[in-house]
């Protein structure tokens, strides 16, 4: 699931129809924010886990998609994140924003990539749970999350991500601008933090891995 309430999304069939041939890179967010630092962390990284269970929060009680509804307790947040940091490894990566590298910097969003791992779809990825806090929407950071883990995706052989994400939202806007191409809609899919219903609609981007026709 993805972050952000509901904005003005660009007609679907205005998308770009081209897959990308190159990898995409994260300069190519907005310069706004050039210091904000993105970095990986990994299972044993547990001195994020307070920063990431209030990240959660705020996105759950400013209505975002994310698997809870509100009002979403700090001790359930804290459980959560412990779980997902303890499979965090070669198939599931978790990237953070912050103002400064050192542990305890503000955390300003978060994005998760999952590979999947059947024999017949090592060539996906999806990605989940773009969160970024209330405070710093609007300024490029969920685009410089998502190219981020678009980068990683192709390091790791992937050549095509999903991302499913409530209709209407501000996520969807983010993955529209970005070039992805919508490939449908469910209504009714889950509920949002408020627990009404809503569309949930399904995107992808395909990327040309170096070496491979497009």
């Not at 050192?102 to 779809?121: F, K, N, S, Y």
């Not at 950071?141 to 990683?152: G, H, P, T």
């Not at 501000?170 to 809503?198: K, M, N, S």
Request: net charge positive; charged share 20%; hydrophobic share 45%.
């Amino acid at each position: 699931m993805m972050l952000f309430r509901s904005a003005a999304v660009p007609a679907r069939n205005a998308l770009p129809r081209a897959v990308p041939a190159a990898k995409p890179s994260p300069a190519e967010a907005p310069g706004a924010l050039r210091a904000i630092r993105l970095r990986s962390i990994g299972s044993n990284d547990i001195e994020w886990l307070p920063a990431l269970a209030e990240l959660l929060v705020d996105g759950v009680h400013h209505g975002a998609s994310l698997g809870f509804l509100a009002p979403l307790s700090r001790y359930a947040a804290l459980d959560f994140w412990r779980e997902r940091l303890a499979r965090l490894g070669a198939n599931e990566r978790l990237w953070i924003a912050t103002a400064r590298d050192e542990a305890g910097a503000p955390l300003l969003g978060a994005i998760e990539l999952v590979r999947c791992e059947g024999a017949d779809a090592h060539h996906r990825g999806e990605l989940r749970r773009l969160m970024v806090h209330s405070q710093q929407r609007g300024l490029g950071l969920a685009s410089q999350l998502v190219c981020r883990a678009e980068c990683a995706a192709l390091d790791a052989g992937r050549s095509l991500l999903v991302a499913q994400v409530p209709g209407g939202s501000q996520a969807e806007a983010v993955f529209a601008h970005l070039g992805w191409q919508c490939g449908g809609e469910i209504p009714d899919f889950t509920c949002c933090a408020e627990g009404r219903r809503h569309t949930g609609a399904l995107y992808y981007r395909r990327m040309a891995l170096a070496g491979t026709p497009r």
